[in-house]
C-alpha cells in the first residue's frame, strides 16, 4: 500500500523566497533517501520552493481570487514528500520516524487512495481517471508499427 | 488494542526494515551467514520480550544490532574452535563502537553487504524453494509463518527448509562474497529467477482457491526494487522490474465482483493501475537504454507493455507481440513461448496459422500437463467451428488446472460449447 510522507518544516511558510537547505542537510538526507531506495519501497519524492514563491487560489467569493505568496493566515506549509510502497501503516510511521528532521519539523503520514477503497458509486463516477493518468504516462512507442 | 499489541505491531514494523540490514552487516562481520540470521533472529526474540515493558529503543536498528552481536561473541567465546573468527569479531566490534556513527559514511559499505546478502541467499547450490524462502526471510523480513501461510505449507516445512539451507552454504562453504567476472551473470540469473518466482505465486496461485496473493507480488516488486537501488547498471533488474510492474498493474481488473478471473481481452482497462504502467515503462525504458532490450525478462516486459500501450483489446499490435515472441524464442527457446507465440499468429494471420503453430507442440512433453496448451487449443477450434473438438479440448485444460477458479472457467467454456448450434 502506498503513503505518502508529507514534510512539514517549521517556519517554511513564511521562508524568504530564496530559501535554500544547506548540504550538510541534504546530505543526510540524500542517506536517507538511499536507505529508502535500498529497501525497495521509494517510489518517488519532491522538494518544494517555498510558499512565498507561489500563489493560492481561493474560492470563498463567488470567483476566485488570487493571492501571492507568502500567506499571512497559513500556520504550515509543504517543504516536499515522499511516496512510498510499504507493507502496512506501521511501516511507513517507522519509517517516518528515521526521517534526519530538524527538531522544529513534522512528517505526516498519509495513505494513497486506491480505486478499490472507493464505494461502487465513487468508482463508476471516477471511471476514465485511470485513463487519463495512462495517456500522460504512455507516449506511444515509436519502435512500434 | 492493548499497548503490547501496539509494540508487536511496531516491532514487526522495525523488524521488515531492519532485518536485511541487520543480518548483512552481521554477515559480513562473522563472515557465516547461517549465524548470523541466527543471531538476529535470536536479537528479534529479545526485542520481543524486553520492548513491550521498556519501550522501542530510540535507534531499534543499532539495539537489534549491538545485542545480535553480543550474542554472537558469547557464542563464539563458547567455541573455541572458532578461535580465529572471535579475534576478527573483537577487531570488528573495537572498529565499530568507535567509529563515530556517521549515517552518511555507514550507508556506502551497507550497499554492498546487501548484494551479498542477496547473492547468498539465491545461491546456485540451493533448490528454488530453499533460495525463495531464504529470501523471503532475510531480505522481506517475512516470520517463518508467513512465508508458510503464503505458500500453503506448513510452518515446519518452511523451517525445516531455511535450516537445511543454512546447513547447505556452511557445507558448500559458500563465502559471503560478490561474484565477479564469469561468475556474476548465472549468480545475477538466479537472483532474479528466484524474485519472479516470488511474484508468480502471488500472481497466479498455482493451487488453492486465491485467484491471486498480492502480498507476496508486493514483495517481489519490493524485491525488484532493492536489486535495482544495488545493481543499477545491470539491465535484466530493470526488465524485470518493468515486468512486474506492468503485469501488476492488471490486478484491479484481473477479478471481477465475485473474485472470478477475467481475462485479458475482457478486463476494463480503465482500472488498469496507471502508476504501476509508468513505472514499468520507465524501468523498460532504462533497460533498453542499458543496452538490455534483448534480454529475456526485458523481451517480456515489452510484450507487456504492448498490452499495457493498446488503450483497448481490439488495439493490441498482435503482429509486434508475435515479433517480439520470436526474439523471446531466439534467447530463451521455451514451449511455453511457442504457445504465446501461437497466440499471437492467430491474431495477426488466423485461427489456422495459429493452429498450425500449436500442433507442433502437441508432442512436448514439458507440455503434457499444462492446462493452457489445450485452453488455446480450445479457443482456436471454437474460432475455426470445430465445437465438439474445442470441448474436449477445454474439458482436458479443466482436468489439469489445479486452481480451483480456473477449473471453473474452463468447465464453463466446455459447457458452452456444448450448448453452441453447431
Known sequence: MRFMLLMIPRGYANAAPDT????????RMM???????????????????????????????DRPTVTDGPFAEAKEALGGYWMLDVASR???????????AGPDEVIEVRRVQEMADFPEDVQAAATGLEDMQKTAATPPDPSSR | MSATDDTHRRI????????????????????????????????????????????????????????AKRRAIDRLRRDTLAARKHVQLGYELTLLQHADGDDVERDDGIGDDLLRLVFTACHPVLSADARVALTLRVLGGLSTAEIARAFLVSEATIAQRIVRAKRTLAEKQVPFELPRGAELAPRLASVLEVVYLIFNEGYAATAGTDWMRPALCAQALRLGRILASLAPYEPEVYGLLALMELQASRFPART????????????????????????GLAALARAEALGGAEGPYALQAALA????????????????????????????????????????????????????????????????????????????????GRDDEARAAFEQAAALTANARERALLTQRAAACARRPS
Open chain 2, 305 to 384: 507493455a504492448c498490452h499495457a500501450r493498446a488503450g483497448c483489446y481490439a488495439a493490441t499490435d498482435w503482429s509486434r507481440i508475435a515479433a517480439l515472441y520470436a526474439r523471446l524464442t531466439r534467447v530463451a527457446p521455451s514451449p511455453v513461448v511457442e504457445l504465446n507465440r501461437a497466440v499471437a499468429v492467430a491474431m495477426v494471420e488466423g485461427a489456422q496459422a495459429g493452429l498450425s503453430v500449436l500442433d507442433a507442440l502437441v508432442d512436448e512433453p514439458r507440455l503434457a500437463d499444462y492446462h493452457l496448451l489445450p485452453s488455446v487449443r480450445g479457443e482456436l477450434l471454437i474460432r475455426l
Open chain 2, 256 to 279: 471481477n465482483v465475485h473474485g472470478e478471473p477475467v481475462l485479458l481481452a475482457a478486463q476494463d482497462r480503465a482500472r488498469w493501475d496507471a502508476g504501476r504502467i509508468r513505472r
Open chain 1, 31 to 61: 542517506a536517507y533517501n538511499r536507505e529508502l531506495q535500498q529497501a525497495g519501497v521509494l517510489l518517488g519524492l519532491d522538494g518544494l520552493h517555498p510558499p512565498s514563491t507561489g500563489a493560492r487560489v481561493s474560492f470563498d467569493h
Open chain 2, 12 to 67: 514487526e514494523a522495525v523488524w521488515r526494515i531492519e532485518a536485511p540490514r541487520l543480518i548483512a552487516g552481521l554477515a559480513r562481520m562473522l563472515r557465516d551467514f547461517g549465524l548470523a540470521e541466527e543471531m538476529a533472529q535470536d536479537a528479534l526474540v529479545t526485542a520481543l520480550e524486553t520492548w513491550p515493558t521498556s519501550g522501542v529503543p530510540e535507534r531499534p536498528g543499532a539495539w537489534l544490532m549491538t545485542t
Open chain 1, 90 to 100: 506501521d511501516e511507513a510511521i517507522e519509517w517516518a520516524r528515521r526521517c534526519p
Open chain 1, 20 to 27: 535554500m537547505p544547506d548540504a550538510a542537510a541534504v546530505a
